[in-house]
């Protein structure tokens, strides 16, 4: 089966995506995570480069990524604690902001941003013409870390 035009990503609010759905406007992927800059080899300095972002994509309504807003807090070496709480606290304003926010399940297209040296997005990762190839055809999302594969029901693997 190979990757669909919009990847379903389920709504589940006691897990890893409690804070998607749809608005006025189309559709969101919202989440607060850390991501090192792509290629880094942090070796013992990984805490001052590990970064906590506030994320928001917006989509219209058939899933096309309109823009992302991506905002860092800090650093785990300058406290990931305060980091993680300021980066939900902007988030949160961030997602009251959206007319019509409802928590539910989405299906947007694949898409990738980079913020600092980091990749954000959904991003096509294995793509194989043979439609019977299941394990060659999957879609991650960065930096969270959540895949998604065959059957394309939006659940997903950590």
Not at 75 to 83: C, I, M, P, S, Y
């Amino acid at each position: 089966m190979s990757v669909p035009e919009v990847i379903p990503v389920a709504y589940e609010p006691d897990y890893r995506t409690p804070t998607i759905g749809r608005w006025d406007g189309g559709q969101f992927l919202a989440s607060v995570t850390a991501a090192f800059p792509e290629g880094l080899r942090t070796g013992d300095d990984g805490k001052r480069h590990k970064r906590w972002y506030a994320v928001l994509h917006r989509f219209d309504a058939a899933g096309r990524h309109l823009e992302s807003r991506i905002e860092s807090t800090g650093t785990t070496a300058d406290g990931e604690r305060r980091a993680v709480e300021a980066a939900r606290e902007l988030l949160g304003t961030w997602l009251d902001a959206l007319p019509g926010r409802r928590y539910e399940s989405v299906a947007v297209a694949p898409f990738a941003v980079r913020c600092e040296g980091a990749l954000f997005g959904l991003v096509v990762e294995g793509h194989s013409e043979d439609e019977d190839d299941e394990e060659g055809n999957w879609v991650e999302l960065y930096p969270d870390g959540l895949g998604f594969s065959a059957p394309w029901d939006g659940t997903y693997d950590t």
